[in-house]
């Protein structure tokens, strides 16, 4: 490789091991799952001009809480990069937006269960793969892989599409991430743009990989503790102030990197609002962003989501 193409990917690998090597994705304090409210009338849908992709959203989120069935689809990428990916999916009337997401360092999506399960009650369908070499089950961990991984979840959001049908709308997608999964969620808006994207929710990130935020325009929700010790508040912030999009930040006050309890509660609620404007064009939602974030006193919300 020539030194000039080199030194590019060397920077990057430094990066992700410096800040992300001690990431982890523990598992939540044991939480029931966190109660939404229900939906108002419905409003007139905003634009979906410049948008990945045109389709009319209907104006309203349902008003109901769905049962909610999980199940595992064996997915693989290639002839080494197994993705078994477990799938919350509502039952009800579909088709029902979707929503890939992924796990931190050494995590698995079950670690996810509590806030994955309220957006499914929500009516969203919820896929998250296991990465081959960054989650609990990796045989050979290896933090660079983090690098691959957007490829790995626009594959996931390709078989999921396929193997569910008329349940997915393949009109309504969207991704998320925690830590490590925050960073493959920005590289899904970045060089490895997947233009299927409508809107993308950012859990305790940072920006890494090069060419930040390209092609179309799509609102960003980021979620980030103030005292978190392993990705620095600081560089949440600069990863918001790079989105030149519609977008939102979420400062939980007394937050570290995994939220539990209350404030888990909050970043549920406050995020499904943030769920049901973008994917739903829910207007009563968006209304519902900053009281919700403000609920109990835990969090705050810089709102340029306009």
């Not at 799952?33 to 990945?52: E, F, N, Q, V």
């Not at 400062?251 to 990197?257: I, L, Y």
Request: include cysteine.
């Amino acid at each position: 490789m020539h030194r000039r193409r080199l030194a590019p990917v060397l920077a990057v690998a430094s990066a992700l091991s410096a800040s992300l090597a001690a990431c982890s994705s523990e598992p939540p304090a044991a939480s029931a799952p966190a109660t939404l409210p229900p939906t108002a009338s419905p409003a007139a849908p905003p634009s979906a001009a410049g948008s990945p992709t045109a389709a009319p959203l209907p104006g309203a989120a349902p008003d109901q809480a769905f049962a909610v069935e999980t199940r595992t689809l064996r997915l693989t990428r290639g002839a080494d990069r197994p993705l078994p990916t477990t799938v919350w999916l509502p039952q009800g009337d579909g088709p029902f937006p979707l929503i890939l997401f992924s796990h931190g360092l050494g995590g698995k999506p079950s670690d996810y269960r509590e806030l994955l399960t309220t957006w499914a009650r929500a009516g969203f369908v919820v896929a998250a793969p296991a990465y081959p070499h960054t989650s609990a089950s990796a045989a050979e961990f290896n933090v660079l892989d983090v690098i691959n991984q957007p490829s790995d979840a626009s594959y996931v959001i390709t078989e999921t599409l396929a193997k569910l049908g008329g349940a997915v709308d393949k009109s309504r997608i969207a991704a998320a991430g925690h830590s490590a999964g925050g960073v493959t969620t920005l590289g899904l808006f970045s060089g490895n743009r997947d233009t299927r994207l409508r809107a993308g929710v950012v859990l305790a990130g940072r920006q890494i990989l090069p060419q930040p935020f390209t092609g179309s325009e799509a609102p960003m929700l980021f979620v980030h503790g103030r005292k978190d010790a392993t990705v620095a508040y600081a560089d949440g912030q600069a990863a918001y102030a790079a989105v030149q999009w519609p977008k939102a930040f979420l400062t939980v006050t007394d937050g570290g990197h995994v939220a539990s309890g209350r404030s888990l509660d909050v970043i549920a609620r406050t995020s499904a609002d943030f769920w049901r404007w973008t994917l739903y064009g829910d207007e009563t939602a968006r209304d519902r962003l900053e009281p919700d974030a403000a609920r109990g006193g835990l969090a705050t919300l810089q709102d340029r989501l306009g």
